[in-house]
């Protein structure tokens, strides 16, 4: 099975973001870049796929020369081969531009190889802008079936059956191959790379695609905005359990929450 992943370079979600004043842009000076995580665990369960049901997996993402390293890790982590779509601006395109980028790529990695891929795995969404529409994008532009949040996959003959996450359960689908498929958190975790695999994956080459004709964006923002910041809440100190109940009561019919 030839599977694709691919996988965005994002500013490292732990660290909190503040909006640079003079620019009114997300200050990312000194924040590390890190493979997306829905991403990650789009790559594990794509591993996972490759380990059971055999096959290789390849890695693609869009971006500059500092992609390399994230794509480094890709591959210490299990992935076949990586491959960089070259575009120093894709912060600023949109979903559809995006989709397209990978598709022309996709073209480009099968054209090189001779290899056909039987499925494209996206995480989600990404960390930074959170829009959850370029897999579903991708699969459009490819003329392929689609199963969005899936937490598990198995493969069949010709087909993949895979555990999609709804607000009132689960749903397995059945899809036939080539397909496409957006990856939701697991109930496992991405597998960390060693030493023996981190030295193997410096040796391995990431190949730079050509840059694709850029399609005219169809979104653009105008403004980004920081969250408001949670007010701190208030403790009650009374021994009496009536007595802290009338003064929650009291705040909460002062501040109209009632």
């Known amino acids: 099975m030839e599977i694709l992943v691919c996988v965005k370079q994002v500013p490292d979600d732990s660290v909190e973001i503040a909006l640079d004043p003079k620019t009114g842009a997300p200050a990312l000076d000194g924040v590390t870049p890190v493979v997306n995580a829905f991403d990650t665990y789009a790559l594990e369960m794509a591993v996972r796929l490759k380990e059971a049901a055999g096959g290789e997996v390849t890695v693609l993402s869009i971006g500059d020369e500092s992609v390399k390293n994230s794509l480094k890790n890709c591959l210490a982590v299990g992935a076949d081969y990586a491959y960089?779509?070259?575009?120093?601006?894709?912060?600023?395109?949109d979903p559809e531009v995006i989709a397209k980028e990978l598709q022309a790529?996709?073209?480009?990695?099968?054209?090189?190889?001779?290899?056909?891929?039987?499925?494209?795995?996206?995480?989600?969404?990404?960390?930074?802008?959170?829009?959850?529409?370029?897999?579903?994008?991708?699969?459009?532009?490819?003329d392929v079936p689609v199963t969005a949040d899936i937490v598990d996959i198995t493969a069949g003959e010709g087909k993949v059956t895979a555990?999609?996450?709804?607000?009132?359960?689960?749903?397995?689908?059945?899809?036939?191959?080539?397909?496409?498929?957006?990856?939701?958190?697991?109930?496992?975790?991405?597998?960390?790379p060693t030493i023996k695999s981190k030295m193997?994956?410096?040796?391995?080459?990431?190949?730079?695609?050509?840059?694709a004709e850029k399609a005219e964006a169809q979104v653009t923002v105008l403004k980004v905005y920081?969250?408001?910041?949670?007010?701190?809440?208030?403790?009650?100190?009374?021994?009496?359990?009536?007595?802290?109940?009338?003064?929650?009561?009291?705040?909460?019919?002062?501040?109209?929450?009632?």
């Open 105 to 142: 790529a996709k073209a480009e990695i099968e054209e090189k190889t001779g290899k056909k891929f039987d499925i494209v795995f996206c995480g989600k969404e990404t960390t930074d802008f959170a829009s959850g529409q370029v897999g579903t994008i991708l699969a459009k532009e490819l």
């Open 200 to 211: 193997a994956a410096r040796k391995k080459p990431i190949e730079e695609l050509a840059a």
């Open 226 to 258: 920081e969250p408001a910041k949670r007010a701190a809440g208030t403790k009650i100190k009374v021994e009496d359990p009536e007595e802290a109940v009338h003064q929650a009561l009291a705040m909460m019919d002062e501040a109209k929450a009632l």
């Open 163 to 192: 555990k999609q996450e709804t607000e009132e359960g689960y749903r397995m689908i059945e899809s036939v191959l080539p397909c496409v498929v957006t990856v939701n958190k697991p109930e496992y975790d991405p597998r960390y």
């Open 84 to 93: 960089l779509a070259a575009d120093d601006a894709y912060q600023n395109a």
